[in-house]
């Protein structure tokens, strides 16, 4: 099932228990080395991710995907792994996961992933990914193509490694199609806060995310979770946060520096991913209904291949 690399890594490195595959990433336009080095850093701070919050994640997540699509047979990608929990997630439901970042995050991976044979650590970006066309059943890219330049790009050179009628799950940060006016004033104020603290230096930016985190979200969060108990869900899913009312102050912390800590952001309508997808030679896409918004499943076309 383990599919060779397509060329000689620059070295290979060993971790704690299991060898970091290094490749030459080039010096292409579509790689943003600022936002690379800083998604690095994140992953290394928040590495140490309890079961329950893994598993919760990937229940989210994985809602549109069943077993004839993920299962013991199923060659994955997870490209943009992280910190590895979605590989770490998923590791016994399928058979193998090549597990890509371009990041120092590979390190955070090495750790989470200790124990689990199945998943094979690579250093590498989106424009040099080690494998031939067609070889996954299943590629997956969740929350990493909105921090890259050309996110259409790096998305097809995903796809491309899918095998026909093989399928790609993506997740892309969503414009608020489906969300009020007021929503979108708040994005919009929010936005700016992020560019500002994004451009600050590394120790500082993690220190305003945390107090972010305590001062802004943690609030909003507790008056939603308050209305809940008292009858009023309605009203407190309507609430800015509400995707945090049942999860961790570990996972609010690393979402606050995964949202005002990244300089690159791109974000798109649920329109506008089905047409990328699409142009990308999938089929039969889907889009689940729940949050976070948007994540989609599409099949590679036997006839665009």
């Not at 929350?143 to 790609?168: D, R, S, W, Y």
């Not at 940060?173 to 007021?182: Q, V």
């Not at 102050?249 to 979402?255: G, M, P």
């Amino acid at each position: 099932m383990v599919a060779d690399f397509s060329k000689k890594p620059l070295k290979e490195i060993q971790g704690k228990e299991k060898l970091v595959y290094i490749f030459d990433q080039g010096k292409g336009v579509n790689l943003n080395e600022a936002v690379v080095a800083a998604f690095g850093e994140e992953w290394l701070k928040f590495s140490n991710f309890k079961e329950a919050d893994i598993n919760q994640f990937g229940d989210e997540y994985f809602d549109i995907v069943d077993a004839t699509i993920l299962n013991k047979n199923t060659y994955v990608l997870d490209m943009g792994c992280g910190s590895g929990r979605f590989s770490r997630y998923l590791s016994s439901r399928v058979g193998f996961i090549e597990a890509l970042d371009p990041s120092e995050a590979v390190w955070a991976a090495e750790q989470l992933l200790c124990g689990i044979d199945n998943v094979r650590l690579i250093n590498a970006s989106a424009d040099s990914i080690p494998f031939v066309d067609d070889t996954f059943d299943f590629v997956m890219s969740i929350g990493v193509l909105h921090h890259i330049p050309n996110t259409q790009m790096a998305m097809k050179n995903c796809v491309e490694k899918v095998k026909p009628g093989g399928h790609f799950f993506v997740y892309l940060y969503y414009n608020l199609d489906n969300s009020g006016l007021t929503f979108r004033l708040i994005f919009k104020f929010v936005s700016l806060i992020r560019k500002f603290i994004s451009s600050l230096p590394s120790g500082i930016k993690k220190f305003m995310c945390d107090l972010l985190a305590i001062l802004v979200y943690l609030p909003v969060i507790i008056v939603g979770k308050l209305l809940d108990k008292a009858g009023f869900k309605q009203l407190a899913k309507k609430l800015p946060l509400s995707y945090y009312q049942d999860k961790s102050f570990f996972i609010i912390r690393n979402d606050a520096l995964d949202r005002f800590g990244t300089a690159l952001e791109h974000r798109f309508s649920k329109a506008e991913i089905k047409v990328m997808m699409e142009s990308c030679g999938l089929i039969n896409i889907h889009f689940s209904d729940n949050k976070p918004y948007w994540h989609a499943i599409g099949k590679k076309d036997f006839l665009k291949h």
